[in-house]
């Protein structure tokens, strides 16, 4: 057979199994893992490890604001980044704007992800659950290959309350689509929030304060709930500690598809980052908040229990300074009106890698699982996440044993600032391949804006309903 180009001399790591082998590739596919390959021309991965390219199915890229503008993380420094790190495909977040529909702008994003190179899909939010946008509209994106929606049960101008978060639910399960969930409570948060800046309480590590565990527990724990009573199966993005975890755990366990993912940071931050001296702790804020140092170890052991099967970055494209960063209203705004969120494009691998495969505490194969196997399924990402005849030639050449200190600039992000600035790791992207074509090589990216990929998804069994409904009425389809 011959190929376009051959990965020679690695160790080849999926999922499920470690080989060293050549990987043979024509026409951006993998055609072939055997030894001894041969092709015009070659890339060589004697000492480094042959990984999927990485999967990242949830961040913020280029997105849409009320007021016309974007996230300063555009498709082109969020894409370069991505490559930089080793992620391949993204799969980003198409905003509703409350009293308007999802369909204008989501031909605008589509516009904007155009010049992206890496290829990505999208997660179409929903903050307004009008008859238009659950009748008329969802069908009309899902037909189209979009086959995620995105709820957050807090935040303004973003909440669902608990009505419209069910009609969300139904109007998935009756498109066949798959339903994301920001598990926090709305009023509880207000509530405390109200309180702390009345006591004086503004600075950064407020934040925290204002959203503990119980809120995101409470949360997760309804969301189940009335995923369970519509019979929709779900993700709860971003759990950030073990009690969190454990109410997905308990919903496992009886059979229901639920799934919980988590995210870079809540395996090295802490609440206590967000109480550096003068503004500096702004640079740590995020939703869920990360909790103590001493959640990192229990949140390991979800990994290795399988509750959390997936983890993302949540990049946020918020800069530190500029007229739009989280310094926007000056250094002594309070927390409430700091905004909240962390980039980690290109950090997610390198940090992953380092604090669970270099330090023992996941081995390479559930490494894959987590940043590129397990999100590609669960999305119906056909032809992404592994290595295997048939799937697209998206490939990480990593060198394991390389120490690099993270800075920003190694970001490559349109972002000012990197929340791991300092941080040693090790393991390290050697060169990342997309469908066949050599994307970065040392830290240079080399492929063009509009190179990736849109990618439609079809339907697929793994997010089907169970059929188990209460007394078997099924709302969905009259609500």
């Known amino acids: 057979m011959e190929f376009d180009l051959v990965v020679r001399g690695g160790t080849v790591v999926t999922g499920t199994d470690t080989v060293r082998a050549d990987v043979g590739i024509r ?140 009609r969300v639910l139904a109007a998935a399960r009756r498109n066949g689509a798959f339903v994301t969930v920001h598990c926090e409570n709305y009023e509880a948060i207000g509530w405390r929030t109200e309180a702390l800046l009345a006591a004086g309480h503004t600075a950064a590590k407020y934040h925290s304060w204002s959203r503990p565990s119980i809120v995101e527990r409470e949360a997760t724990h309804r969301a189940i709930a009335l995923a369970e009573l519509v019979d929709q199966p779900i993700q709860v993005f971003h759990v950030s500690c073990e009690e969190v975890a454990e109410e997905v755990a308990r919903a496992q366990a009886r059979g229901l598809k639920v799934w919980a993912e988590t995210c870079t940071q809540y395996f090295v931050l802490t609440a206590e980052d967000q109480d550096r001296p003068g503004f500096e702790g702004a640079k740590f804020m995020c939703s869920p908040s990360p909790r103590g140092a001493d959640e990192h170890a229990r949140m390991w052991d979800m990994v290795r229990r399988g509750t959390i099967d997936v983890v993302s970055s949540d990049h946020s494209g918020w800069c530190y300074d500029g007229p739009r960063g989280k310094r926007m209203n000056g250094d002594t705004a309070n927390f409430r009106d700091t905004p909240n969120g962390v980039p980690g494009l290109s950090a997610r691998l390198p940090v992953l890698f380092s604090e669970g495969v270099a330090k023992g505490r996941i081995d390479l194969n559930h490494f894959v699982r987590l940043t590129a196997t397990n ?84 339907p697929y069994d793994m997010i089907r309903p169970r059929g188990v409904l209460p007394n078997g009425f099924d709302t969905s389809q009259f609500a």
């Open 27 to 166: 026409d951006g596919k993998i055609m072939a893992v055997a030894a001894s390959l041969s092709a015009p021309e070659t890339l060589d991965a004697d000492g480094l490890l042959v990984l999927p390219g990485g999967v990242d199915t949830h961040c913020h890229i280029e997105q849409l604001r009320a007021d016309g503008t974007a996230d300063e993380e555009t498709w082109e420094s969020g894409s370069a980044s991505c490559l930089a790190g080793g992620t391949t495909s993204v799969v980003t977040f198409s905003t509703q704007f409350k009293g308007a529909g999802i369909l204008a702008p989501l031909a605008e994003y589509r516009r904007r992800a155009a010049r992206s190179m890496v290829d990505y899909s999208f997660h179409q939010i929903i903050t307004d659950a009008t008859d238009e946008v659950i009748w008329n509209e969802i069908p009309q994106i899902v037909a189209e290959g979009i086959r995620s929606l995105k709820v957050f049960l807090t935040y303004d101008p973003l909440h669902l309350d608990d009505r419209a978060y069910l």
């Open 375 to 458: 999100p590609a399924k669960l999305f119906g990402l056909a032809g992404k996440g592994s290595i295997a005849v048939g799937f697209d030639a998206d490939l990480v050449l990593w060198d394991p044993t390389k120490r690099v200190t993270i800075t920003n600039a190694t970001m490559q992000q349109a972002i000012d600032y990197t929340p791991y600035e300092g941080m040693v790791v090790t393991g390290w992207p050697v060169a990342t391949v997309l469908r066949g074509r050599v994307a970065m090589r040392d830290g240079r990216v080399q492929a063009e804006p509009g190179s990736g990929k849109f990618l439609p998804r079809a």
